[in-house]
Each structure stands twice: as C-alpha cells, then as structure tokens.
C-alpha cells in the first residue's frame, strides 16, 4: 500500500511544479487528489489555525491614521476650486504628512 501510494504520488508530480504529495495516515493525499481516503482534515485546502489574531493598538492606529488621510486627499482631489497643479501638490503634501504620522505613531508605541 505505501509503495502504491508512493508511485501515485510520483506519477502525479511529474510535469508539475507546484504539487505536494503528503503521506498522512496512510492514504495519499494531493493536488488533484483531494479528501482521500474520506478527506484527511475537514476545511481542505485551508489549514485550521483557530481564530484570527486580534489586531494590536498600534495597528488600529495606523488604520486611523490612513483612514483619516484617505478622506483627506478625496476631498483635496473633488475640490474644483483649486487649480490643478495645487491640487496635485496638496495630494502629494498629505500623502508625505500620512507617512510621517505612520512613522511617528510606530515610534511612540514602541517607545512607550
């Protein structure tokens, strides 16, 4: 049985690149090959790594921070009041004070 599942596994890698073969359990288990013998682990192709890791204060922060800013340069660019070439500066002017916010919010919260 394992050296059927062997030969099964190198037959089907051949021309592929990107395929994996796994030998759990006993049953052969591969790219094309998927939920044999009776699907290996439930959710195939996609790992179980429990619940999505919790968003950390910093990186609430900088979500603000760009959110706060993307508005900023919506309004600056639907502003036809400006001329274009000021527009264009205006953009370029908050994009460069979001990055530095960014980099100062990191540097606050890995100083604190």
Do not use: C
């Not at 919790?54 to 340069?73: C, S, V």
């Not at 070439?85 to 100083?111: G, M, P, T």
Request: no cysteine; hydrophobic share 25%.
């Amino acid at each position: 049985m394992l050296s059927l599942t062997m030969a099964m596994g190198a037959s089907a890698q051949h021309g592929y690149y990107h395929s994996h073969v796994v030998v759990a359990g006993g049953g052969y288990y591969g790219p094309y090959y998927p939920y044999y013998p009776y699907g290996i682990g439930f959710g195939y192709p996609y790992p179980y790594y429990g619940y999505p890791a919790r968003p950390t204060k910093l990186d609430l922060k900088i979500e603000d921070i760009k959110n706060d800013y993307q508005e900023r340069i919506w309004a600056v660019r639907h502003d036809k009041s400006l001329p274009g070439k000021e527009r264009r500066h205006e953009v370029r002017q908050l994009k460069h004070d979001r990055d530095q916010a960014i980099i100062d919010a990191r540097r606050n919260y890995y100083r604190r």
